[in-house]
């Protein structure tokens, strides 16, 4: 018998591990602008140390053990037609695909500065980029980082710690930023930023019109709060300016916004074979799917869908969670939802975290191949 074919539209976190959790019971074809998972997690990591970085956040689709079964096509999709269960791919090798579907799942994303883009980029091109972003920092006597969310305050803490001489300053519009963390969480992190010699500058809100945020700057931000400009080598935005990868979708299934409107079952309405997960789908205010792993929610209730069986629903949390600055020399903090603080010490996230929680345990299984910060060539077998 065929099996259901299942179209993965985007391969980024929340798509390749969706991807990963159908492959044993369906067909699985997955469209991706790049031939790897680059992740966009640990921003502040990504600038600071690209080659720690990419070691476990940017790998070429094949070392992924599950995804042998996946057919991966690189390309950008130009869009979807519902009533016929297709969607059309323009391809990075040249030509049109029209690949047809018995479940699609929606997980492009979203567009946010420099690090989150659908631009069709080889892992060749995406090292070339991590080292420039990188050599931009390093060669620079003072950064601003501009933004009152995650990627703001790691961004600031990992470049001040790993650049002790370069003067790094955090601008955020908010009394505090974190703000849809628990408030604990940034009085823990503040410490930490303070020690690393990062200002602290509140109440600053940049004035964007006119200004590329998907990209680093440099020069002056001007502030639509009144206070005086700001002058550093390196402008780091990151103000929360996401764009959702949807110009490709059928505008009748999105929000005002953009993003793709779901039930509780993260099934598009009057298309029950059409699902959405991640920073794309209107779950709730924080849209946090991707951060709660539901990537196996919407992967049980794909194959739920195909058999006749009861869906089941997404159960948002009411505050964001987790690492905020990503793994450090001293180990891994993550916060929990009531914003306490629990730590993998260093040795535990080299030899239990990374190899067995999460590739072999998160991924099912990661070949120690060479990954995107080599840029080597793609096996023979």
């Keep these: 018998m065929t099996r259901p074919r299942v179209v993965i539209a985007g391969m980024g976190d929340t798509g390749t591990l969706t991807a990963i959790a159908l492959s044993r019971h369906v067909d699985v074809v997955g469209i991706s602008p790049t031939d790897a998972l680059i992740s966009g997690q640990e921003l502040g990591l990504r600038l600071a140390r690209p080659d720690v970085w990419a070691g476990e956040y940017a790998l070429p689709y094949r070392n992924y053990r599950k995804l042998d079964e996946v057919r991966i096509i690189q390309g950008r999709i130009l869009g979807a037609d519902l009533d016929r269960r297709t969607v059309t791919v323009d391809t990075a090798a040249g030509g049109t695909l029209t690949e047809p579907y018995d479940a699609l799942v929606i997980a492009t994303g979203v567009r946010n500065g420099f690090w989150r883009t659908t631009d069709l980029r080889s892992t060749a091109t995406v090292r070339d980029d991590l080292a420039a972003h990188h050599r931009r920092i390093a060669e620079a006597t003072s950064v601003i980082v501009v933004g009152g969310g995650a990627s703001a305050v790691s961004a600031a803490s990992n470049i001040a710690t790993r650049f002790p001489t370069i003067r790094v300053d955090l601008y ?210």
Excluded: C, M
Excluded at 213 to 227: K, L, P
Excluded at 281 to 308: C, E, I, M, Q, Y
Excluded at 352 to 360: S, T
């Design 172 to 381: 955020f519009p908010a009394k505090t930023p974190l703000r849809q963390h628990h408030r604990r969480v940034w009085t823990t992190l503040r410490r930490r930023l303070e020690t690393a010699g990062v200002g602290l500058h509140p109440g600053h809100r940049a004035e964007l019109t006119g200004v590329d945020t998907d990209d680093i700057g440099t020069g002056r931000v001007r502030w639509s709060t009144g206070q005086p400009d700001a002058e550093a080598d390196v402008i780091i935005w990151a103000v929360g300016a996401s764009t959702p990868n949807t110009g490709w979708v059928p505008a009748e299934i999105l929000d005002d916004r953009g993003f793709v409107t779901v039930t509780p079952r993260l099934q598009i309405p009057d298309h029950p074979e059409v699902f959405a997960v991640g920073d794309v789908a209107a779950t709730d205010p924080l849209r946090s799917s991707a951060r709660n792993r539901a990537d196996r929610l919407v992967a049980r209730n794909v194959r739920a869908h195909l058999a006749g069986r009861r869906l089941r629903s997404y159960r948002p949390p009411r505050r964001r969670w987790g690492s905020v600055i990503g793994p450090q020399t001293d180990g891994l903090q993550v916060f929990a939802p009531n914003g306490r603080a629990f730590r993998f010490p260093a040795w535990s996230v080299r030899t239990v975290l990374w190899p067995i929680i999460v590739r072999r345990g998160i991924y099912r299984g990661v070949r120690d191949r060479p990954g995107v910060w080599e840029a080597s060539p793609p096996d023979e077998d």
